[in-house]
Nanobody, 117 residues
Framework: QVQLVESGGGLAQPGGSLRLSCAASIFTFSTYDMSWYRQAPGKQRQLVARISSSGIRTYYGDSLKGRFTISRDNAKNTVYLQMNSLKPEDTAVYYC??????????WGQGTQVTVSS
């Protein structure tokens, strides 16, 4: 069975920081690529960041590299998203995703991030 649980969302002021965590109850966690996506009202779901199963390679969505950092700890079955210099445009529900070639694609329930003064 697979379960992804996000935490760390909440309210932040512009210019502030938040750290999101995703705890994965999943066998062979170290074989999955892990990603963060976000979706704001009226917008398409957007890829924020992705990290390879080994943690060696990372990818960031447009305009996000430099402010956001993805990391993982395979010993803890956890992936993180450090968000700095937050902007109101970052307000969205953030989702954790686990993907592996061969039809394996799982999602968490999401955590709300609100950036406002």
């Amino acid at each position: 069975q697979v379960q992804l649980v996000e935490s760390g969302g909440g309210l932040a002021q512009p210019g502030g920081s938040l750290r999101l965590s995703c705890a994965a109850s999943i066998f062979t966690f170290s074989t999955y690529d892990m990603s963060w996506y976000r979706q704001a009202p009226g917008k398409q779901r957007q890829l924020v960041a992705r990290i390879s199963s080994s943690g060696i390679r990372t990818y960031y969505g447009d305009s996000l590299k430099g402010r956001f950092t993805i990391s993982r700890d395979n010993a803890k079955n956890t992936v993180y998203l450090q968000m700095n210099s937050l902007k109101p445009e970052d307000t969205a529900v953030y989702y954790c995703n686990a993907f592996r070639t061969g039809g394996f694609d799982y999602w968490g329930q999401g955590t709300q991030v609100t950036v406002s003064s």
